[in-house]
């Protein structure tokens, strides 16, 4: 985790494609809310920069992020997987998001 999170809980679950015949495949879906120390907010209430967070007046809340995606096996050796996450007050500010991200990745091995 890259993050500035002081406190965390994490949980997540993959299963693979055994369930439904597609052996190659994986469906994952994994949630994360962190949260920042009392002295960590005072100082970004106070307009402080953290190496990712800090945009001045703070309205506190713990961040929630949730990923899922699924990766679907072409061929052999070539994977691709849809990708979706969603961030709940990013950088622990409530006056930000939702933010959601969309990506496709590719995969080769040989």
């Known amino acids: 985790m890259f993050t500035e999170h002081d406190q965390a ?3 997540g679950a993959s299963l693979r494609g055994t369930r439904w015949g597609r ?6 879906v994994a949630t994360n809310l962190g949260f920042a120390s ?11 920069i953290g190496f990712i ?10 961040e929630l ?5 699924y990766d679907v096996r ?3 050796g070539i994977n691709m997987a849809l990708n979706y996450q969603m961030a709940l007050n990013p950088g622990f500010n409530a006056d930000r998001g939702p933010v959601h991200l ?3 990745r590719a995969r080769t091995a040989f």
């Open 23 to 28: 052996e190659g495949d994986t469906l994952a």
């Open 65 to 69: 992020v949730t990923e899922t995606y």
């Open 74 to 76: 072409i061929s052999p």
């Open 102 to 104: 969309f990506a496709l």
């Open 53 to 62: 967070v800090g945009d001045g007046r703070l309205n506190y809340r713990p």
């Open 38 to 48: 009392n002295g960590r907010r005072r100082y970004l209430d106070a307009g402080g």
């Open 9 to 11: 809980i994490s949980a």
